[in-house]
T-cell receptor, first 114, second 113 residues
């Protein structure tokens, strides 16, 4: 069983739809959870950062962490064509992954059609 | 502006050659990282460094070497021993204190010809 599982997609939705992206994980020691957005041929950019369980909202983006189910989600409301990208989940045991143990999902490719 | 600068953006290497990818950051971050990204494989850690003159192997260090002589610089050398070097290479850094996380450069594409 891989440490972090993420459906690679591709996921195609119409503009304005609510998008749900998910990752599951097996290591219960993970405490820090991140979502990155990566446009084609670019470096990933940090979207959301959460610690432990709960929800965090930033504009159209909401991150949820359910540690009991080992499941994290990213919701995008009112999706726009500019949201078309690959979304990577990442998680670590310590803060920020500074010990080199940041584990990434393989990414979900999202396409938002006008 | 503060950030992480990788160069070159695109690089072609002949088989048997060593090449060095540059990574510079002006964020005053302590820790720096190199990741490799292949299609459908996600990001894999090559090397990381938490402090000047010290670095640790990641999951796929074979065929790579690094140095950390200055806080702001963490170059990666892809040696001829790396059997499949064609990939997208990402440099990243973090302050490492609570509440911070890893930020990435724009990446370097290496192709073996």
């Amino acid at each position: 069983q891989k440490e972090v599982e993420q459906d690679p997609g591709p996921l195609s939705v119409p503009e304005g739809a609510i998008v749900s992206l998910n990752c599951t994980y097996s290591n219960s020691a993970f405490q820090y959870f991140m979502w990155y957005r990566q446009y084609s041929r670019k470096g990933p950019e940090l979207l959301m950062y959460t610690y432990s369980s709960g929800n965090k909202e930033d504009g159209r983006f909401t991150a949820q962490v359910d540690k009991s189910s080992k499941y994290i989600s990213l919701f995008i409301r009112d999706s726009q064509p500019s949201d078309s990208a690959t979304y990577l989940c990442a998680m670590s045991i310590d803060y920020g992954g500074s010990q080199g143990n940041l584990i990434f999902g393989k990414g979900t490719k999202l396409s938002v059609k006008p | 502006d503060g950030g992480i600068t990788q160069s070159p953006k695109y690089l072609f290497r002949k088989e048997g050659q060593n090449v060095t990818l540059s990574c510079e950051q002006n964020l005053n971050h302590d820790a720096m990282y190199w990741y490799r990204q292949d299609p459908g494989q996600g990001l894999r850690l090559i090397y990381y460094s938490q402090i000047v003159n010290d670095f640790q192997k990641g999951d796929i260090a074979e065929g790579y070497s690094v140095s950390r002589e200055k806080k702001e610089s963490f170059p990666l050398t892809v040696t001829s021993a790396q059997k499949n070097p064609t990939a997208f290479y990402l440099c990243a850094s973090t302050q490492g204190s609570r509440g911070n996380t890893i930020y990435f450069g724009e990446g370097s594409w290496l192709t073996v010809v």
